[in-house]
């Protein structure tokens, strides 16, 4: 499962990027960058360097989650699990279940958040060209996929450590 998400993030990076390289000339000079609430805009700037950090999140992100999992294998002091102490006095072959459920939990959460950025850069574009007044449906259903995902394996990551333990 992790190679199925790891191949999907890399699609969404791709078509996310290509999206937001050629939407930019469309972009009025004057986009929102901030959302209460209610999905209204309350803050509006210039098409510029807040948009493009935030088109590039996905990417930071994607290597901030994988990177943070592959310290966390060499550098045991990042983890914080519980009964932490029996699962690193386990052998390797014994752990490996766990840090494999870990891999997929980094590698699912990074296309929940690759999809919740874009699909934020999808609303400031729909807002800013007057094709929407506010936030879209899609970027609830991405809020929503990522918080469900974040369950879901925090119940993985439990039994899969559980199991580890014995």
Not at 50 to 76: D, H, N, Q, W
Not at 130 to 150: D, E, K, N, P
């Amino acid at each position: 499962m992790k190679k199925i998400f790891f191949a999907l993030n890399a699609v969404i990076l791709a078509a996310g990027a290509v999206w937001c390289f050629g939407v930019w000339n469309g972009l009025p000079d004057r986009i929102p960058v901030l959302f209460g609430f209610d999905g209204q805009p309350d803050r509006w700037t210039g098409k510029g360097g807040e948009l493009i950090v935030l088109m590039l999140m996905p990417f930071f992100m994607s290597v901030l989650l994988y990177g943070l999992t592959a310290l966390a294998r060499k550098y045991t002091g990042l983890l914080n699990v519980p009964d932490k102490e029996k699962l690193l006095a386990l052998p390797a072959e014994k752990q490996e279940p766990f840090w494999q459920m870990l891999w997929e939990f980094m590698a699912a959460l990074s296309v929940t958040l690759s999809l919740l950025f874009f699909s934020l850069v999808y609303s400031v574009a729909q807002v800013a060209r007057g094709a929407a007044s506010g936030l879209s449906w899609i970027f609830l259903a991405a809020i929503g996929l990522m918080f469900l995902c974040i369950i879901v394996y925090i119940v993985r990551l439990r039994r899969a450590l559980k199991a580890c333990i014995g």
